[in-house]
């Protein structure tokens, strides 16, 4: 199946600093990627979709100035969180959808375990 | 509003059968989706079904009732290994992954 990749798999930061995180699909070109949230025990929450070459469309609630995505390429999204606190420590997963498939599934990154201090 | 719901926890033994159910109400419907979760990982795929039956994939089947807004995932041959969570997630007429909760399965010996 198609592979995506995620670095780093785990980051801790102080409080205020700004974490960027990459999402790579390796053997398949995503327009289309999206970015998810998970909380100890809930579900997957998707924060925002993430389209090539524009803006990334977010969901009700999430801030788009402090959770900044680029979408440049077909194989990479990133997910800057900006001035993070200890609030936003959680599981981020990418996934990405192959442009070339028609069966609309979605491929997942392994995620990223992000504390904040 | 959008919403699927499947139990939060089931518990089974080692070898036998257990069925993991999920109802949806969502604005359009593009497929279902199940897929499974160890503690700490992301979400692997298991199964896709668009159309109203029984898909087979080894010790592990799914079902959908479009009619009824139903699905099920059967897992057979229970081991240890499959303890893990277990998501059901439908596209909705946005072709936007709708997802629910998630059912905690424990395996037991």
């Known amino acids: 199946g198609a592979v995506v990749s995620q670095h780093p798999s785990r980051v801790i930061c102080k409080s205020g600093t700004s974490v960027k995180i990459e999402c790579r699909s390796l053997d398949f070109q995503a327009t289309t990627m999206f970015w998810y949230r998970q909380f100890p025990k809930q579900s997957l929450m998707l924060m925002a979709t993430?389209?090539?070459?524009?803006?990334?469309?977010?969901e009700q609630g999430v801030e788009k100035d402090k959770f900044l995505i680029n979408h440049a390429s077909l194989t990479l999204s990133t997910l800057t969180v900006t001035s993070a606190h200890p609030e936003d420590s959680s599981f981020y997963i990418c996934?990405?959808?192959?442009?070339?498939?028609?069966?609309?599934?979605?491929?997942f990154g392994p995620g990223t375990r992000l504390t904040v201090l | 509003g959008q919403n699927i719901d499947q139990p939060t926890e089931m518990t089974a033994t080692e070898g036998a059968i257990v069925q993991i159910n999920c109802t949806y109400q969502?604005?359009?419907?593009?497929?279902l989706f199940w897929y499974q979760q160890h503690a700490g990982e992301a979400p692997t795929f298991l199964s896709y079904n668009v159309l109203d039956g029984l898909e087979e994939k080894g010790r592990f089947s799914s079902f959908l009732s479009r009619s009824k807004g139903y699905s099920y995932l059967l897992l057979k041959e229970l081991q240890m290994k499959d303890s893990a969570s277990y998501l059901c997630?439908?596209?909705?007429?946005?072709?936007?992954?709708?997802w629910g909760a998630g059912t905690k399965l424990i395996i037991k010996p």
């Open positions: 993430s389209n090539e070459g524009s803006k990334a469309t977010y």
């Open positions: 969502t604005s359009g419907f593009n497929g």
């Open positions: 996934s990405a959808r192959d442009s070339g498939s028609s069966y609309n599934e979605q491929f």
């Open positions: 997630a439908v596209l909705d007429s946005n072709y936007q992954l709708i």
